[in-house]
Every structure is written in structure tokens, then in C-alpha cells.
């Protein structure tokens, strides 16, 4: 269950964007007074309405984001941007508010110019459709490649306030965030002070959509929004610490998360979910250096598609995991509990039939010990299945 956010409304429709009768428009509106922070793709090929996202809510904070799925306007030069701001300009006439406050955020094709023709004709709808239980609409509205809608919801004490948070997010190719993942956009009841939910958003997205890989391409277009809409009158939580901004930090790390393995679980073709975790560290870099080397490698992730404990390729992804130091003698591996490399030797207890009987369950855990330090972290990912490369070799078919 998605529960309603107060002061957060949202309408979906089909504007026949890129593909005919395709819910593929949507409208999140925010209530007067909601505040926004967000985190945004780090590629140096930003897609235009990033670049426009970023310069608006530096100025304001948001009446309305307006998210479009078919075509990612990247790639697309100054014509891209005067497209998102025409399409800014349509949905504030219709609010009645700067074109400023609006969010523009596409997903699609790169490389193409934005239908906004289509786009501002389907506004009316999407408007018409407001509604604060539209969550699981606009989860499918956001969506290109994803074989079904995300989205994750929790309710929460602080003090005497029932506060809700809800989001929902849309990714399965294209996936290796630097800080945010394809699209994301959560809202809460809370009252939250800017500063405070910046702070927020960027702890959470570091445990939950910077933790998470495909395919290890980082997306034009990434964004995470955490909209607050202070709807439920709680005293403002003004600042990075103390109880209240722990437990709805903590909330708000949960839908995160939920939302980041929902990606993997959905990612094209994939038939497995796997969790990397490496222990024993000398500092988290490290062991993310190590975790990603091992996520990336296509050896490793077709391996994992065939069933095959070829725990080989596991060990020669943390060989060459770009960290100054490993001493290849303390270096233990894992398979779910079953210890597969001890002491950077085969473990006298491994057999190629209980590699087989791990290798086989949908969900696998990869353990990683360095013997160098305290340091810890853990990464998701998928294996690489011929429907992959299928997915996106047909992509824009």
C-alpha cells in the first residue's frame, strides 16, 4: 500500500509522448510552502532538464515537478533547453505560478528533441487527474524499460505526529548511480527545514541508490527529489541531528532503499539478485572499489546468470579492484555462508556441488574479507542474461 502524502498530489496520462496509449506523462503538485531537495546525475552530459531542474530550485522551492517518459531531451544542446522551459512555462500558466517553480525530468531516448507539443497538450489531463492517492499511477507513468512500478511507503512516529513517507522510482537499465538513481521522487508530511533535507536526501541516497549497479552506466538524467510538505505540523525539524531527524531519516533511508533493490530485482533480463558485501577494510572506498570491480565484471555476471561457481572470476575482480594495497593471503570468499577461498587459497571444506547448490537460488549473497581494516559496505547488483543484451539492442525499436 502507497499511503497518501498531504499536501502532495499527483496525475498521470497518456499523451502519446513515444508510444500510443502509454501512460508516459506526470504531474506531481505540492502544496504552497513544500520544500524540495535533490541529488542529480554527475555525467558531464546531463540531460537538459536536469541542467533546468537544478537552476529552478536554486531559485524556489517547487509548486510542481512534471516528469515525461519516451524521449531523455539529452544530448540535445540549447534547443533541449528552451524545451523544458517551454514545457516549464505551460504547466505554470495552468497552476498559476513562476515557471521557476516548476521540475522538469525526463526519461527515454537520448539524443532526440522533446514532443512538447504533446507534452503540453496532455497537461489538462494530467491535471484533471490530480489526486493524493495517485502514487500508483504515476508509478507506471515514470516508467520506460521497467517490467513493473516501484514504489515503497512508511508511516512513522515523531513526537506526538503520524508522519508518511512514500515514493516511487523507475530504473532497470542504465543503472549505476553517483548519486541518485534513474528517477526517484519521495515526499513526506514532515516539516523539514531546507538545510535539514538536503542533509537527508544525500545521507540516504548514499546507503541506498549509491549502492546499486547493473550495468555500471551512469545515466544522463539521475535524479532523487525528497519533497516535504510540512502538511502534518510538526515542530520543523531545522537541522541534521537529533531525534526527530534521526527516525525520519531513518524512515526515509528505508523507502530508499526498498525502492534501490527494486531496481536490481526489475533490472532488464535479470534472474538474479545479488548482494556484494565487503568486510575487513582499511577504509570504505576500498571495499566499494572492491564491490564494484566484482559488480561490473561481465565475467562474473554471466557466470552468475549460468549458475556457474566459477569463484575464479570473483577472485580475479578483487585482484585487479583499483586500492593501493591487498595482501592476497588474508583475503576470504563467500557465497552465501559457504566459504569458498580461505586465506587467499581454496577453503579445504569447498566442493564444486555446494557452489552449485548456492549458485542456483534467485538471491545470492558474495562475501568478501580483506583482513586490513575495520571498513565495510555493500553493493546490489544483478547477473547478465542474453535478454540484456536483447532488451537493449531493441531498444529503440
Known amino acids: 500500500m502507497l499511503y497518501p502524502v498531504p499536501g502532495i498530489r499527483l496525475g498521470t496520462t497518456a499523451a502519446g509522448i513515444r508510444k500510443k496509449d502509454r501512460r508516459d506523462l506526470v504531474v506531481i503538485e505540492c502544496a504552497p510552502g513544500t520544500q524540495a531537495a535533490a541529488t542529480f546525475t554527475q555525467n558531464r552530459f546531463c540531460a537538459a532538464p536536469i541542467t533546468v531542474a537544478r537552476a529552478h530550485l536554486a531559485k524556489s522551492a517547487p509548486r510542481a515537478l512534471l516528469i515525461n517518459t519516451g524521449f531523455a531531451n539529452a544530448g540535445t544542446g540549447e534547443p533541449g533547453i528552451e524545451d523544458a522551459r517551454a514545457c516549464c512555462t505551460a504547466l505554470a500558466s495552468q497552476l498559476g505560478c513562476g515557471a521557476a517553480e516548476i521540475l ?17 497538450a496532455g497537461l489538462p489531463s494530467c491535471l484533471a487527474s490530480l489526486n493524493q492517492n495517485g502514487w500508483a499511477e504515476a508509478a507506471h507513468g515514470i516508467m520506460t524499460t521497467d517490467t513493473l512500478p516501484k514504489g515503497s511507503s512508511r508511516q512513522v512516529k515523531i513526537g506526538s505526529r503520524t508522519v508518511t513517507v512514500t515514493g516511487i522510482a523507475k530504473g532497470a537499465g542504465m543503472i549505476r548511480p553517483d548519486m541518485a538513481t534513474m528517477l526517484a521522487f519521495v515526499a513526506t508530511d514532515a516539516a523539514v527545514a531546507p538545510p535539514a533535507l538536503q542533509a537527508c536526501v544525500s545521507a540516504a541516497v548514499n546507503q541506498s541508490f549509491n549502492r546499486i549497479t547493473v550495468d555500471g552506466d551512469t545515466s544522463t538524467n539521475d535524479a532523487c527529489v525528497l519533497l516535504a510538505s510540512g502538511a502534518t505540523g510538526n515542530p520543523v525539524i ?160
Not at 528533441?113 to 507534452?119: A, D, G, K, T
Request: charged letters at 25%.
Open 104 to 120: 522538469p525530468f525526463s526519461t527515454g531516448v537520448i539524443g532526440e528533441r522533446l514532443p512538447r507539443e504533446r507534452i503540453v
Open 238 to 397: 531545522d537541522q541534521a541531528g537529533g531525534e526527530a531527524y534521526t527516525v525520519l531519516l531513518g524512515t526515509i533511508t528505508e523507502v530508499f532503499m526498498e525502492l534501490a533493490q527494486a531496481i536490481v530485482r526489475d533490472a532488464e533480463g535479470a534472474t538474479k539478485f545479488i548482494t556484494i558485501e565487503v568486510k575487513g577494510g582499511r577504509t570504505e572506498s576500498d571495499c566499494l572499489a572492491v564491490a564494484y570491480t566484482i559488480a561490473h565484471s561481465p565475467l562474473v555476471k554471466t557466470a552468475f546468470f549460468a549458475s556457474d561457481p566459477n569463484w575464479g572470476r570473483i577472485l580475479a575482480a578483487i585482484g585487479r579492484a583499483p586500492i593501493a594495497r591487498l595482501d592476497v593471503a588474508k583475503v576470504a570468499i563467500y557465497l552465501n555462508e559457504l566459504c569458498v577461498v580461505r586465506h587467499g587459497a581454496p577453503d579445504a571444506g569447498y566442493t564444486e556441488a555446494k557452489g552449485f547448490t548456492v549458485m542456483r537460488l534467485p538471491e545470492i549473497r558474495i562475501g568478501v574479507e580483506l583482513g586490513a581494516g575495520t571498513a565495510s559496505t555493500r553493493v546490489w547488483t544483478s547477473d547478465l542474461s542474453h535478454d540484456y543484451v536483447r532488451i537493449n539492442a531493441e531498444y529503440r525499436s
